[in-house]
């Protein structure tokens, strides 16, 4: 006799996310359209209020849908377009529940970050080339607090990659680099060095766009894999050094 796992119960919400993604990928629903109201949808796909509630949240969550606050005609969810909000919160939790490593993390972000690099190099873009100069620029003031610098180091890496002209790589991108953003800046506060690795990642980061600028791919890719490399070498010593006690 065979022994066969029972399958996943069929949620009662399942057949109002089908529908939404089918519409999406037909046309039949666009960014900025607005969503039935629930008691609508509830009689629509035979499923309760509570159920309609629920898909709602799911689609808020993966970036679907905005669903605003208020009553009113104009109150129901939109349909937006923000996938790597919904990719970047999927990572963290994961990555706060042991299942993804942020090692695997860092080498995917390396090996995009890298072909981003390369094929940056066959694009004109200098609009994309002065925002990354200006978050430079904004890195270098003398007096920049510790939470300021890490948002534009995190811009400026997105600015980089947005260079390669590949929409899906800077969804990609935002959604890895909010997903480790927290653990990085917890790390280097209890390094308790952060004068010397600041003064170590505006080096890196200038040397990472005289490439980019100079339109040298191979150097630039070479030295974000350095970078980002350096980086988790030193979040990594930090967690050891936190999970050891430190020194006293």
């Known amino acids: 006799m065979t022994d066969l796992a029972p399958s996943s119960p069929k949620r009662t919400y399942d057949a109002l996310l089908q529908d939404v993604e089918e519409g999406l990928r037909s046309g039949r629903f666009k960014t900025g359209d607005q969503l039935p109201g629930e008691r609508i949808l509830a009689e ?35 349909f937006v377009s923000e996938p790597s909000a919904g990719l970047s919160s999927t990572l963290r939790l994961h990555i706060a529940s042991n299942r993804l490593a942020v090692k695997d993390i860092v080498e995917t972000r390396i090996l995009l970050e890298t072909w981003a690099a390369q094929a940056a190099v066959q694009h004109d873009n200098p609009q ?12 270098d003031a003398p007096d ?19 260079l390669a002209g590949n929409t899906v790589i800077d969804t990609v991108m935002d959604s890895l680099s909010g ?20 003064a170590e990642l505006r080096a890196h980061h200038h040397a990472i766009f005289a490439a980019v600028e100079d339109k040298n791919g191979g150097l630039a890719a070479d030295l974000l894999r350095k970078h980002i ?8 010593n930090a967690h050891s050094l936190g999970a050891s006690g430190g020194e006293g």
């Open 44 to 78: 629509k796909y035979g499923i309760s209020r509570a159920s309609v509630r629920e898909a709602m949240r799911i689609l808020d969550v993966v970036g679907v849908i905005r669903s605003p606050s208020g009553a009113g005609p104009k109150s129901g969810a939109v």
């Open 128 to 139: 994309g080339i002065q925002r990354a100069r200006e978050l430079l620029m904004g890195m």
């Open 144 to 162: 920049i607090d510790y939470e300021t610098f890490h948002t534009l180091d995190a811009q400026f890496h997105l600015a980089l990659s947005a």
């Open 179 to 198: 997903s480790v953003r927290g653990y990085i800046k917890e790390a280097l506060v209890s390094l308790g060095q952060w004068p010397v690795v600041l």
């Open 229 to 236: 490399g350096w980086l988790y070498d030193q979040t990594t």
